[in-house]
């Protein structure tokens, strides 16, 4: 199984930006699917979450700014974020909780993150 963000870059303040990621692989189920991020010097956290029934969670910061959404035929999720600040200046990472077979548990796995930066 893997997963690979993209649509990440540069953009000003104040501006949007949508970032993507794609899970392949052998995948008999996907449960949970987020975004985590982690700026320079700072822990990994939680910007947002999203069920297989697109119950939605997001951390304080992503409330009113950031969609979380999810395309489950196609095993991807999306994160639309707007009225961006420098503060969301960081690696954005996507999990996913895979199930690659009926017996098995699932697992959560990683994409190698996509740097997005919000210049002021």
């Known amino acids: 199984v893997q997963l690979q963000a993209s649509g990440g870059g540069l953009v000003h303040a104040g501006g949007s930006l949508t970032v993507s990621c794609a899970a392949s692989?052998?995948?008999?189920?996907?449960?949970?699917m987020g975004w985590y991020r982690q700026a320079p010097g700072k822990q990994r956290e939680l910007v947002a979450s999203i069920s297989a029934s697109k119950e939605k969670n997001y951390a304080e910061s992503a409330k009113g700014r950031f969609t979380i959404s999810r395309d489950n035929a196609k095993n991807m999720v999306y994160l639309e974020m707007s009225s961006l600040e420098p503060e969301d200046t960081a690696v954005y990472y996507c999990n996913a909780h895979i199930q690659t077979h009926p017996r098995e548990e699932w697992n959560p796995y990683w994409g190698p993150g996509t740097l997005v930066t919000v210049s002021s």
């Open positions: 692989g052998s995948i008999y189920s996907t449960k949970e």
